[in-house]
């Protein structure tokens, strides 16, 4: 695969270029200080392009490399914020093929989580900016906040030009409006696009951030709810009947404590043992409520009450039991379902529902080539996640060769060499 990388000269373009350089790939930068009108002769053969940039202006740059590469045909992957917060309603049209998840949240894929519509969406709170949480933890640990700033600065963590506590708190609170804005474009919850104009930004000093940050642990939050959350917020926006607000809060006083599942809920523990922390550990969590029906809640005080333990607990794994338990655990789980791999008709019913959900035009003609040709001739066990990962496969690869997602022959090829391996 040949990528382009934008930007490349940059901390994230040199990091990124040897990432991918490790994983096999075959780059191309394109720098900043190169002419824009070259930049269609370096899209020739290239298969995918990264925008790795830094925001400057409102996006404009980087949304003038996205548009491009995808007049191109091209698929692009971009961590700059600007584009995506000032241009959403532009963009939008094309979201299936940007990578985005970068922008917000990094390595904790928190974007991914926004598609998934079913799960029904009632309040987004947390922190998405990890610079001035860093700096913020530092203080409520009891470093003076002029020596956490220059940690901050020696890993990297500012932006750059931001020397002082006051440039470092504006700069990094403008990097969590941009990012609060397009988590909320992305959630959908809002009629209309949110756009960062709506928003007004007070001017905090040098000594009222210090004197803030150093009377109560504090931590810098975004919230996104039918109910304001941030008392004292920065900037919040009622649109309908949703609040979207960022500011600091004292984690003393914040509402969200170490709650339990709670009551008449489902808790599913997916891909059980492959979790960093061991099955065992996993389990000896939930043995006593398990057994007694009682947990604990404990409070942002350190005080624990007890509370009824009404929830049906469920563990998925592919993994054999006895690698992952004794036969004392194992007892305390009562019920235990086998689920194989489906039939042949299961599995048709389930590439059949699949493709018309996301878009492939199914064929039982298309399916029976690749029973024939990627299971019965290779002794492959079918799967009921195949269906899901090759009907990806075939959007991925159709949209790049600008043709209709179709279980032909040609694509369905295409995405079973590029999706099963050989073991």
């Given amino acids: 695969m040949k990528t382009l990388i934008v930007g490349g000269n940059g901390q994230i373009g040199n990091e990124l270029a040897d990432q991918l350089f490790k994983l096999g790939h075959e780059i191309e930068t394109f720098g900043s200080d190169e002419l824009r009108s070259s930049f269609t002769q370096k899209l020739i053969g290239v298969d995918v392009v990264f925008i790795a940039i830094s925001t400057k202006d409102k996006g404009e740059i980087a949304l003038a490399y996205i548009l491009d590469a995808l007049d191109h045909g091209k698929l692009v992957i971009t961590c700059e914020k600007g584009a995506l917060a000032y241009h959403f309603d532009m963009l939008r049209p094309h979201l299936s093929r940007i990578g985005y998840s970068a922008t917000v949240g990094g390595g904790s894929r928190l974007l991914s989580l926004l598609d998934f519509p079913y799960l029904g969406l009632n309040h987004i709170f947390g922190v998405i900016n990890g610079t001035l949480n860093y700096i913020l933890s530092k203080v409520a640990e009891g470093t003076d906040p002029y020596v956490a700033l220059p940690k901050a600065q020696n890993l990297g963590l500012c932006e750059p030009g931001a020397s002082t506590l006051e440039k470092v708190y504006m700069a990094e609170r403008f990097d969590t409006l941009l990012k609060l804005v397009i988590l909320t474009n992305l959630a959908g919850v809002l009629i209309e696009t949110l756009h ?136 305390r789980l009562r019920h235990k379902i086998e689920i194989g791999d489906p039939t042949y008709e299961d599995y048709r019913e389930i590439f059949r ?50 043709v209709e997602p179709a279980m032909t022959p040609e694509l369905l090829d295409r995405a079973a060499d590029a999706y099963f391996v050989e073991l």
Wanted: charged content about 25%; hydrophobic content about 40%; proline content about 6%.
């Fill in 353 to 402: 529902r699949t493709a018309m959900t996301k878009g492939v035009a199914y064929s039982d003609q298309g399916l029976a080539y690749l029973l024939q040709e990627w299971y019965i001739k290779r002794n492959r066990k079918l799967r009921a996640s195949h269906p899901r990962d090759l009907c990806d496969q075939i959007l991925d690869i159709s949209g790049y060769l600008s």
């Fill in 196 to 331: 960062i104009s709506e928003f007004q930004l007070p001017v905090v000093s040098e000594k009222q951030l210090v004197e803030e940050i150093t009377l109560w642990p504090k931590r810098y939050a975004v919230s996104i709810g039918k109910k304001s959350m941030i008392p004292n917020a920065d900037a919040v926006v009622k649109k309908g009947e949703w609040f979207v607000e960022m500011g600091l809060i004292d984690t003393t006083q914040t509402p969200f404590t170490n709650v339990p599942v709670g009551r008449q809920n489902t808790l599913l523990i997916d891909d059980f043992g492959r979790q960093q922390v061991r099955p065992r550990d996993l389990l000896n969590r939930w043995i006593v409520p398990l057994e007694n029906r009682i947990d604990y809640l404990t409070l942002h005080n350190g005080r624990k009450i007890e509370v009824p333990f009404d929830v049906l607990i469920i563990f998925s794994t592919n993994l054999p039991p006895r690698d992952l338990v004794d036969e004392a655990f194992l007892r």
